[in-house]
């Protein structure tokens, strides 16, 4: 799905590389979190629930970690986790080839102990170029509910249009409908860096 040359990426802080299964107990640890877990389609409550569902070959294609970058040879520490799913855009039957593998659905969590400090900001950016840059993909799209204020701002701060609103389409864990976003970016929109 993602070409090995292109990762890691490193940022002025960050470095953000393929997730391997000796990560999925580091991200547990942010993810399962009640600050976190609210906004998540899934929310495991046991870590072997959460190993199970992580484990699973696709799942973790698409996942990388987020790690802050050491100073002087020490490991990078691990701060969150980005989703890079690539699919196909919608095609009428006759040009449907031509639609296959050419955006992205991302989604991202950040350690709320890493939170208020542009580490998410820095790494979306960077996912997002590579998108667009050494994956050549023409759209990438992210959605969440309309109260992950954090969310959809980092979304409009990366300059991603708002395409949906929808009211009550999203039925959350705590029995209540909940309002969705979604934003997206075409590769012709996004400024190169």
């Given at each position: 799905?993602?070409?090995?040359?292109?990762?890691?990426?490193?940022?002025?802080?960050?470095?953000?590389?393929?997730?391997?299964?000796?990560?999925?107990?580091?991200?547990?640890?942010?993810?399962?979190?009640?600050?976190?877990?609210?906004?998540?389609?899934?929310?495991?409550?046991?870590?072997?629930?959460?190993?199970?569902?992580?484990?699973?070959?696709?799942?973790?294609?698409?996942?990388?970690?987020?790690?802050?970058?050491?100073?002087?040879?020490?490991?990078?520490?691990?701060?969150?986790?980005?989703?890079?799913?690539?699919?196909?855009?919608?095609?009428?039957?006759?040009?449907?080839?031509?639609?296959?593998?050419?955006?992205?659905?991302?989604?991202?969590?950040?350690?709320?102990?890493?939170?208020?400090?542009?580490?998410?900001?820095?790494?979306?950016?960077?996912?997002?170029?590579?998108?667009?840059?050494?994956?050549?993909?023409?759209?990438?799209?992210?959605?969440?509910?309309?109260?992950?204020?954090?969310?959809?701002?980092?979304?409009?701060?990366?300059?991603?249009?708002?395409?949906?609103?929808?009211?009550?389409?999203?039925?959350?864990?705590s029995g209540a409908w909940l309002d969705g976003m979604n934003y997206g970016i075409?590769?012709?929109?996004?400024?190169?860096?």
């Open positions: 799905m993602t070409a090995a040359p292109v990762w890691p990426v490193r940022t002025a802080r960050l470095q953000i590389r393929p997730m391997t299964e000796p990560d999925i107990d580091a991200m547990w640890e942010w993810r399962r979190l009640p600050e976190v877990n609210r906004w998540l389609g899934l929310a495991p409550d046991t870590l072997e629930a959460f190993r199970d569902r992580y484990r699973d070959p696709d799942r973790l294609a698409s996942m990388h970690i987020v790690e802050l970058r050491a100073e002087s040879g020490a490991d990078p520490v691990p701060i969150g986790d980005v989703m890079i799913r690539i699919g196909d855009g919608w095609a009428q039957l006759e040009v449907a080839d031509q639609a296959k593998a050419v955006e992205a659905e991302l989604g991202w969590v950040l350690d709320p102990a890493h939170t208020g400090r542009g580490y998410a900001t820095e790494a979306i950016r960077a996912v997002i170029d590579v998108c667009f840059g050494p994956l050549g993909l023409r759209r990438v799209h992210a959605g969440c509910f309309a109260d992950n204020e954090p969310s959809w701002r980092l979304m409009e701060r990366l300059g991603m249009r708002r395409e949906e609103f929808s009211r009550k389409t999203a039925l959350h864990r075409l590769a012709e929109e996004w400024p190169a860096r």
